[in-house]
């Protein structure tokens, strides 16, 4: 009979524990870690809008960075994070977040958290991957004037120069001229001609900027771009155009 008690207790409290993990997940919004063994790890990172203020965000942690490794959604989202790594073990927090998770090769991990405050949340690697470990870092930017999710493909190139520092790709005012719309466009330069942005335009632009500066812009800084990577920089372009 005593037994019978203790056994009938015990149900009771596993269930009250139950029952407070369960609210507290739905007061706060936030997922608790979990490893999701019927979902095969990804190879390529990407943001997908799932609906108003939805958000599935796949990471995926490789040395030294995430992908993607910088996201842009608007306040009040709530965001769905699978994690995976190409390589090593890696680790996943999102600073001021209870986002904290493992990357563990051959698994998904898996959270669910809500971005009520705007600002930049920092997305950092907390598990030794290697000499570049302190390096490895990501940025969710939550903003109301986010542009939409920048698609994975466009990015490596653009990231890679710093382009999208001061160039927006969406239209959206800049240090630079955005990127949209710019292929193909006339452009008025600052000693009053104006010129069309086709191939040679960008790609003078890109190594000589001072060459021909769009009027009401300053001249960027020159950088240094290979060809290759010239190329894929005007392609992106015409892309965005
Ligand atoms: Cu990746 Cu440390």
Same mark, same amino acid.
């Given at each position: 009979?005593?037994e019978?008690r203790i056994?009938?207790a015990?149900t009771?409290f596993a269930?009250?524990v139950?029952g @407070?993990?369960?609210?507290?997940? *739905?007061?706060?919004? &936030?997922?608790?870690? @979990?490893?999701?063994?019927?979902?095969?790890?990804?190879?390529?990172?990407k943001v &997908?809008?799932?609906g108003?203020?939805?958000?599935?965000?796949?990471y995926?942690?490789?040395m030294?960075?995430f $992908?993607?490794?910088d996201i !842009?959604?608007?306040?009040g989202?709530t965001? $769905?994070i699978?994690?995976?790594?190409a !390589?090593v073990t890696?680790?996943?927090?999102?600073?001021?977040?209870?986002?904290n998770?493992m990357?563990? +090769?051959? #698994?998904?991990?898996?959270? *669910?958290v809500k971005?009520?405050?705007?600002? $930049?949340y920092?997305v950092v690697?907390?598990?030794?991957?290697?000499a570049?470990?302190h390096n490895m870092?990501?940025?969710?930017h /939550?903003?109301? @004037?986010?542009?939409?999710?920048v698609k994975?493909?466009?990015q490596? /190139?653009?990231?890679?120069?710093?382009?999208t520092a001061?160039? =927006?790709i969406d239209?959206s +005012?800049s240090?630079g001229?955005?990127?949209?719309?710019?292929?193909? =466009?006339?452009? @008025?330069?600052a000693?009053?001609? &104006?010129?069309?942005a086709?191939?040679a335009?960008? #790609?003078? =632009? &890109?190594t000589?900027?001072?060459?021909k500066?769009v009027?009401?812009f300053? #001249?960027?800084?020159s950088i240094d771009v290979?060809?290759?990577?010239?190329h894929a920089?005007?392609?992106?372009?015409?892309?965005?155009?």
């Amino acid at each position: 009979m005593l037994e019978k008690r203790i056994l009938i207790a015990a149900t009771i409290f596993a269930l009250a524990v139950a029952g @407070t993990i369960a609210m507290t997940v *739905r007061m706060f919004g &936030i997922g608790v870690p @979990t490893c999701l063994t019927d979902v095969r790890p990804f190879k390529d990172g990407k943001v &997908i809008e799932q609906g108003p203020k939805r958000y599935e965000i796949h990471y995926v942690a490789r040395m030294w960075r995430f $992908d993607p490794p910088d996201i !842009d959604i608007p306040p009040g989202s709530t965001a $769905d994070i699978y994690l995976s790594t190409a !390589d090593v073990t890696h680790g996943l927090q999102i600073v001021g977040t209870n986002v904290n998770l493992m990357a563990v +090769p051959g #698994a998904v991990n898996f959270a *669910r958290v809500k971005f009520d405050k705007q600002g $930049d949340y920092l997305v950092v690697c907390n598990e030794y991957c290697g000499a570049q470990h302190h390096n490895m870092a990501g940025r969710i930017h /939550v903003a109301p @004037t986010a542009p939409q999710v920048v698609k994975q493909e466009e990015q490596p /190139v653009l990231e890679k120069y710093g382009c999208t520092a001061c160039h =927006s790709i969406d239209g959206s +005012p800049s240090p630079g001229p955005t990127f949209k719309g710019l292929y193909g =466009s006339k452009r @008025t330069l600052a000693n009053g001609m &104006i010129v069309t942005a086709d191939e040679a335009y960008l #790609a003078e =632009s &890109i190594t000589k900027p001072d060459a021909k500066v769009v009027k009401g812009f300053d #001249a960027m800084p020159s950088i240094d771009v290979p060809p290759a990577d010239l190329h894929a920089i005007v392609e992106m372009l015409e892309k965005l155009k």
